[in-house]
């Protein structure tokens, strides 16, 4: 089991920033793949950006391209996304998600993909 804990969610004007930030339980075996999710209401679960551990391989959707970073910190066992150029259109609730298992980077973006999922953190983007 990985328990994961995210942070750093809240209320911005356009065009600021957010570092969103996770930690995974210290007592888990380091997944192999972690990722940041969003999920607007009424909307699907939208795959923002995937990491391995290995290499630290990046995999991003086209949709966040530029604007959007994740970083990992191994020994830390921490996952974070910086945010910038903020638009009201980011306003979501942001989750972090661990897979132990290898699979195709053509499924990172993929909700189904992950095993264990934090709480969310809300992001709410004011025009």
């Known amino acids: 089991q990985v328990q994961l804990l995210e942070s750093g969610g809240g209320s911005v004007q356009a065009g600021g920033s957010l570092r969103l930030s996770c930690r995974a339980s210290?007592?888990?075996?380091?997944?192999?793949?972690m990722a940041w999710f969003r999920q607007a209401p009424g909307k699907e679960r939208e795959g923002i950006q995937a990491?391995?551990?290995?290499?630290?391989?990046?995999y991003c959707s086209d949709s966040v391209k530029g604007r959007f970073i994740i970083s990992r910190n191994n020994a830390e066992n921490t996952l974070d996304l910086q945010i910038d150029r903020l638009k009201p259109e980011d306003s979501a609730m942001y989750y972090c998600?661990?897979?132990?298992?290898?699979?195709?980077?053509?499924?990172?973006?993929?909700?189904?993909?992950?095993?264990?999922w934090g709480q969310g953190t809300q992001v709410t983007v004011s025009s």
């Open positions: 998600a661990a897979s132990p298992r290898f699979f195709s980077a053509l499924r990172t973006m993929f909700p189904s993909s992950f095993d264990y």
């Open positions: 210290a007592n888990a075996r380091r997944p192999y793949y």
């Open positions: 990491i391995n551990t290995p290499g630290g391989r990046v």
